[in-house]
């Protein structure tokens, strides 16, 4: 096209096509330019300056807050610009604890990372980051280490930008400053709800994810107790990359194969309960639809989204869904199961999230004192303990689930995926399942990376308006609008924007890697021969059996106001 | 939230800033000058108030200096350490002030809080140097014998209130 602008980046024209900065303009010309401090999807602090570049006067500017302008002339990668960024990274090292050693982030490091890329071999300054404020543990989902903390502010833009939450932000200013919540208070009491998207975007150590794999094997060794382990939906398309398969890749057969071999007596799928939360989900729905009482009905499986409605929006909890997550579904089948036949059993969830950890703690989910949940290990964790084992995981031999358990639905698997939940219920209610009607079913809006959905279905008599969101601070927009009177039916809500498979406890992706996962979802669940949850024969199996008249018990729980 | 403590100031702070987020420093000034300090029971409630994180809230206040977390003392007494006054002796002076009233590096303002000793970096009064604050007033070409003279005077006041 004769009249598009261009950038001349390291002496090659680049078009400028709608960029608003610098930064993905020069991306575009195939170069990645050192950054701590950027991310697409917040906004632009510019704090860093490692992504400096020289213009054609000499002049240094951060690409990163600087908008393309036609004709610019830049140079990337020229030895002054080296030395600047050598400079940079030396001051962030001697204020950085650096036992990389033992640190939960070695080799997912960024500070690592660009220290090994710009030849990092010496700091020339004394360390400071002794003087650093001590560790916060206090969270059962997060910890955090300031002597690690670059003051890069992505972990405050992100818990505040993208989450509404705001539970941690700068204090104090100069060589004091630090990442803190208000008045320094532990993390545990302070409005943070674990979804733990600051530890994913933090790039060092300074927020991980609670580690709980030394209970986890001290429980398997243990020949006196029984351990049962449950997969969620979201964990089969992501242990990809590390562990030598395609991101978005279905391993789930992989897995159960890994977990069986590092000693697990029994391996079930998440999947499964959340058939049975679709069924009592679906109930509940129709039955406020029929009684036009507590509508929208909202979402109850993700627990970031319950701490954060019980912190800000504690008179929206009668809306929420009174059923448990499928986590703590499955977790009460089988401490129920193991309680009726007098076992000793210990019980793991393999999640891709870090809000799942607390879940676990809470007190609503103990049966006489004891967690239902006895330890919750993330995505993450998983390849840990995977690698720990010496597994070659690209080796193994799918195996299926156990018994009598084994059967999922496809509408289970797709709870991992944004728009998931709504698509299994809206499957269940469907009153004809063929494969037409699925595939109409799954054209209604609410799959996609959007982080507000919004539809209108038909449904018998009635419109019903559906809105699917991720992230809190979509459902905060959401919320503020049934506030003031906006009628809603159906609400889905997820944390993590895109929903679990982007959860904190997941290998940590870009956002414009996200679809792979998705697709991985997706199409497992095209792939399976049972695709609706009151089609699942182990669900009226289960009804029979073993839940009987017990749903409420065993299924459903009541968050109060605090 | 508090319930033993009083917002109807903050409550008429805020109604006078018209409850907008982006006066958060005024709405604080405001509180502080009533208060001599920010509570931290105001804190929650501005954020409410506010529809803005504590955290953030907090964050503003401990990034300017002038917002104090602690509450201070009737008689608030700056002593400029700027480069004028610093050569001119204000050292001394600050050393005779925490002297008289027991007051420390550590320890800025008296357990009666009557009086809270600080130093400022230039108040922009070089020629008067060395410079010195209580609230409002100023005094130049301080000695540490006028310091202890002023305090003297102060506590007079004190008596006489
Ligand atoms: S875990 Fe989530 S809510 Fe908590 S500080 Fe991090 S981003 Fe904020
Ligand atoms: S904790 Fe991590 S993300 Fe937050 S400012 Fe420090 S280095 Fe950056
Ligand atoms: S990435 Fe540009 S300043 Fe940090
Ligand atoms: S240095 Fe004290 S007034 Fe300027």
Redesign the pocket.
Known sequence: MANKEFITVDGIPVPIEGEANLLEVIRKAGIKLPTFCYHSELSVYGACRMCMVENEWGGLDAACSTPPRAGMKIKTNTERLRRYRRNILELIIANHCNDCTTCKNNLRCKLQDLAMRYNIDGVRFPNTSGNARPKDESSDSISMDPSKCILCGDCVRVCHEVQNVGAIDFAFRGSKMSISTAFGKPLAESPCVGCGQCVAICPTGALVVKNHITPVWKAVDNPELKTTVQIAPAVRVAVGKELGVRDGENVMGKIVAALRLMGFDEVYDTSLSADLTVMEESAEFLERLEKGENLPLITSCCPGWIKYCENKHPELLSNVSSCKSPMQMFAALLKDRAKKNGEKMFHVAIMPCTAKKSEATREEFATDGCPDVDAVITTNGLIRMIKESGIMFDDLEPEAVDMPFGTISGAGVIFGVTGGVTEAVLRRVAATKTRAALLSVANKGQRGMEGIKEFDLEYGEKTLRIAVVSGLANAEKVIKRVKSGEHFDFIEVMACPGGCINGAGQPYIMHEERCERVKGLYEADRLLSVRCSDDNPVISELYENVIGDRAHELLHVHYKKK | MHENFDFSVTDRILADHKCAQQLIIAILQDIQEHYRYLPREVFPYLAEKLDMSEARIYSVATFYENFSLEPKGKYVIKI?D?????VRH?LPILERFRQELGLSENKHTTDDLNFTVETVS?????G????IMVNDDVYSAMTPEKASELIKKLKEELANA
């Open positions: 400029c700027g480069t004028a006054c610093h204000s230039c108040l922009g009064a070089c008067l140097a060395p410079v």
